[in-house]
């Protein structure tokens, strides 16, 4: 392939993105190393020019220009062939180098405006951890390797500041409300399974009516902390007609542990199967209930966040989320 070929002349994309200085104040332009490069790699006028689809003269007043800015002859030249001077080779060898690195920058800003490069900064809850985070950070990555992926689990509550205060572009959460400015869209609605004892009676059900755990303690995490879930749990509850005796003072693996001791039953979402703590025991709910997890941001639709929530939407597809 031809430096012509390779490097074409036009660096400018559809945005009107244009690199032409390389050094700054110097007068130099990337299209004179084009033509340098395109006229040292064939050794002749015609034939550069032919390559870069310009005028011959063009080609010579563009190496004029160049060895006139940088006060060296780069090129001999003869009624039969064009050589480079000592000078011409050394600069050629930068030039190439000038060249990769601007087409490779070119290449990269509009990957970042198709939201196929750049960084992505994802905050998810608890309840994400076990397949939904998983399968998209999966699926970016293996879609747009040139995506840096910056994750973190958080509380569904410290979600509108972590937001607002740009820590994160993105965050992944059971749906629940948030203030005006903020936009969600929904990716996904899991199956609400009930967890027990392994050694509770009701363990060995296929299905189970939720109203009969009425009189049992419900093992969730406080509002204040996880709203988006608290709200569906409590919600599941009064939809099976009574009103959930919970435990609000448990937090992190001690809800697991209590349960796995009979203290008390919670509703999870169903892909906790896949990774289920010793001695719990999960059950359907005789009447179906789901738990809704929501894409929320704050600022407008950068194309990171869009092509983000495209693969979702695609996975949603492929794995009956919705």
């Known amino acids: 392939m031809l430096l012509g070929d390779k490097y074409p002349l036009s660096m400018g994309d559809e945005e009107g993105v244009q690199f032409t200085r390389v050094i700054p104040d110097s007068g130099i332009e990337l299209r004179q190393l084009r033509t340098f490069a395109a006229v040292a790699e064939r050794r002749n006028f015609t034939r550069a020019a032919d390559d870069l689809n310009v005028a011959q003269q063009a080609v010579s007043q563009q190496i004029k220009a160049l060895e006139r800015a940088l006060g060296v002859t780069l090129l001999r030249r003869s009624s039969r062939r064009v050589e480079l001077t000592p000078e011409g080779t050394v600069f050629l060898a930068d030039c190439r180098r000038v060249l990769a690195a601007a087409d490779r920058a070119a290449r990269r800003v509009r990957a970042a405006a198709r939201g196929e490069a750049g960084t992505l900064r994802l905050a998810y809850t608890l309840t994400t951890v076990w397949d939904t985070t998983p399968q998209l950070l999966g699926r970016l990555a293996d879609l747009h390797p040139e995506v840096k992926i910056e994750s973190r689990e958080v509380f569904g509550a410290d979600i509108p500041e972590l937001l607002v205060g740009e820590r994160y572009d993105l965050a992944l959460a059971p749906m629940t409300s948030y203030p005006r400015g903020f936009h969600t869209r929904t990716l996904r609605?899991?199956?609400?399974?009930?967890?027990?004892?392994?050694?509770?009676?009701?363990?060995?059900?296929?299905?189970?009516?939720?109203?009969?755990?009425?009189?049992?303690?419900?093992?969730?995490?406080?509002?204040?902390?996880?709203?988006?879930?608290?709200?569906?749990?409590?919600?599941?509850?009064?939809?099976?007609?009574?009103?959930?005796?919970?435990?609000?003072?448990?937090?992190?693996?001690?809800?697991?542990?209590?349960?796995?001791?009979?203290?008390?039953?919670?509703?999870?979402?169903?892909?906790?199967?896949?990774?289920?703590?010793?001695?719990?025991?999960?059950?359907?709910?005789?009447?179906?209930?789901?738990?809704?997890?929501?894409?929320?941001?704050?600022?407008?639709?950068?194309?990171?966040?869009e092509r983000t929530l495209m693969i979702a939407a695609q996975l949603a597809r492929e794995g009956d989320w919705m």
């Open 189 to 305: 609605r899991e199956p609400l399974r009930i967890a027990l004892s392994k050694a509770d009676p009701h363990a060995r059900r296929k299905r189970l009516e939720l109203a009969q755990l009425a009189d049992r303690p419900f093992e969730v995490w406080p509002r204040e902390m996880a709203p988006g879930f608290f709200d569906a749990v409590v919600g599941t509850c009064r939809t099976a007609g009574f009103e959930p005796r919970l435990d609000e003072q448990a937090a992190g693996n001690t809800v697991w542990a209590n349960i796995a001791r009979g203290r008390g039953v919670a509703l999870i979402n169903a892909s906790i199967a896949e990774q289920l703590p010793r001695g719990i025991a999960l059950v359907a709910l005789a009447q179906p209930a789901t738990l809704t997890f929501d894409a929320v941001w704050h600022q407008g639709e950068l194309p990171l966040i």
